[in-house]
T-cell receptor
Framework: SQQGEEDPQALSIQEGENATMNCSYK?????LQWYRQNSGRGLVHLIL?????REKHSGRLRVTLDTSKKSSSLLITASRAADTASYFC???????????FGEGTQLTVNP | KAGVTQTPRYLIKTRGQQVTLSCSPI?????VSWYQQTPGQGLQFLFE???????NKGNFPGRFSGRQFSNSRSEMNVSTLELGDSALYLC?????????????FGPGTRLLVL
């Protein structure tokens, strides 16, 4: 079963707009990671945020983490058609390296 | 540095057969994890290997097994295949599999069971 739930399940926007995806989880975590997947291919790691961090940036990506609400958000600014993909959040356990994935958000960026 | 590689990329089997999938981690990485991705269940953790030992295991039946070799390459085996085993199987590698390490995923092996 999945730990996380992602919202929305699907998002369609125009190029240049910002895209925000949310992730909620249920148990205590050590870290939360976001991955991108293009058309059923492998997962590409985007960003990792530790449980003691609240916000992290990487290029056009901004991730926030609220451990009190057990939620995270991924913001992609100035989106491009190439950002079209499925985005997954994954929580890392307090011990070990097992990742528990959310259900994913399918993002479509229209040119 | 070469990424994680998985072979074969595509596989078609029939019910009752068995299958072996292979994963070569990034050079220097010693932890390899396997995940199954299906439309219904999403991405689910199968198991993790480190230094040739299974260190962590998900909630899958005993038909799913794996191993790791001294060069950190890993194989997973599924015996007595069922239709529900049709999925994308992904492996991921990391340096030592510690909790805050980034895991790097391979392109996956797509298995279709007929």
């Amino acid at each position: 079963s999945q730990q996380g739930e992602e919202d929305p399940q699907a998002l369609s926007i125009q190029e240049g707009e910002n895209a925000t995806m949310n992730c909620s989880y249920k148990t205590s975590i050590n870290n939360l990671q976001w991955y991108r997947q293009n058309s059923g291919r492998g997962l590409v790691h985007l960003i990792l945020i530790r449980s003691n961090e609240r916000e992290k940036h990487s290029g056009r990506l901004r991730v926030t983490l609220d451990t009190s609400k057990k939620s995270s958000s991924l913001l992609i600014t100035a989106s491009r058609a190439a950002d079209t993909a499925s985005y997954f959040c994954a929580t890392g356990e307090t011990s070990g390296s097992r990742l528990t994935f959310g259900e994913g958000t399918q993002l479509t960026v229209n040119p | 540095k070469a990424g994680v590689t998985q072979t074969p990329r595509y596989l078609i089997k029939t019910r009752g057969q068995q299958v072996t999938l292979s994963c070569s981690p990034i050079s220097g990485h010693r932890s390899v994890s396997w995940y199954q991705q299906t439309p219904g269940q999403g991405l689910q953790f199968l198991f993790e290997y480190f230094s040739e030992t299974q260190r962590n295991k998900g909630n899958f039946p005993g038909r799913f097994s794996g191993r790791q070799f001294s060069n950190s390459r890993s194989e997973m085996n599924v015996s007595t295949l069922e239709l529900g085993d049709s999925a994308l199987y992904l492996c991921a590698s990391s340096l030592v599999g510690q909790k805050q390490e980034t895991q790097y995923f391979g392109p996956g092996t797509r298995l279709l069971v007929l």
